[in-house]
């Protein structure tokens, strides 16, 4: 049983092709997932953003009620300040008044506070809305490439494909299943060339005997990584 070295060759070329292919195929869909991925993470950073917006608003809404309500609490001992009948329990109200004049004053500068957080936080939503605009535009970009890149891989897969069934006619009828099972396990890997007495595939220094059927055209099959083998153009 003789095999042509260009016929193997050619069968080598093919197969690389299609693995580059397939695997240029499979990597758009990766690329596209990698930018959700991104927009997904911009549309969480967000929603945290604007969730912090809406708990400051909130606390500082809250502390303004508290402030009118110890606002009317000072009225209210104020108005009984004339009403007292001993100077005790006139010292004990102005006591109160203080000191919800005091809390009064901690919780103006706490909200003073908070309506400036809530200027800053203003400031990151709009950054984090750009933010998401972009990952978003980037995603339709890398779809629309994905999308126009894998129409042309696809059709150099069906050409390549159709150069393989004719390339593989040249196979000898007794090699076509041993062929088509070190393909089927190793894919590409599956035919290695063979530089001198060295199977390029795993570096194994072939005998005698296999540069001896290799210069005959016979199949050899490396003993190491079990690859077709053939040798290199020279």
């Known amino acids: 049983m003789a095999v042509s070295t260009a016929v193997l060759r050619e069968l080598h070329r ?8 397939n695997d240029r195929l499979a990597r758009g869909p990766r690329q596209v997932k990698a930018r959700e991925g991104q927009v997904a993470a911009q549309q ?15 606390a500082a809404d809250q502390k303004q009620l508290d402030l009118k ?20 329990e006139y ?8 000191a919800s004049e005091m809390a009064g004053s901690v919780l103006a500068d706490e909200i003073l506070e ?29 779809r629309d490439i994905v999308a126009s890149e894998s129409d042309v891989i696809r059709e150099d897969i069906a050409r390549l494909e159709g150069e393989l069934k004719v390339a593989e006619q040249g196979l000898p009828a007794d090699l076509k299943d041993e062929y088509r099972r ?3 396990g190793k894919g590409v890997d599956g035919m290695s060339e063979v530089d001198g007495r060295v199977c390029l595939g795993c570096g194994f ?9 290799l210069m005959l055209s016979k199949p050899v099959f490396c003993k190491s990584c079990g690859c077709l083998l053939y040798n290199s153009e020279k």
Request: aromatic share 0%.
């Open 182 to 184: 070190v393909i089927r």
């Open 205 to 213: 220094q072939m005998t005698l005997n296999m540069q001896n059927d």
């Open 91 to 98: 010292q004990s109200l102005l006591e109160q008044i203080s």
């Open 44 to 58: 969480a950073a967000l929603a945290e953003v604007e969730e912090l917006v809406k708990q400051t608003k909130l």
């Open 14 to 21: 093919i197969h690389r092709q299609l693995s580059d292919l």
């Open 114 to 142: 908070a309506l400036e957080k809530i200027d800053q936080l203003d400031v990151k939503v709009v950054e984090a809305e750009k933010n998401l605009q972009l990952a978003n535009n980037e995603l339709t970009k890398c």
């Open 69 to 88: 309500s110890g606002e009317l609490k000072i009225e209210d001992l104020k108005a009984k300040l004339n009403g007292c009948s001993s100077n005790k």
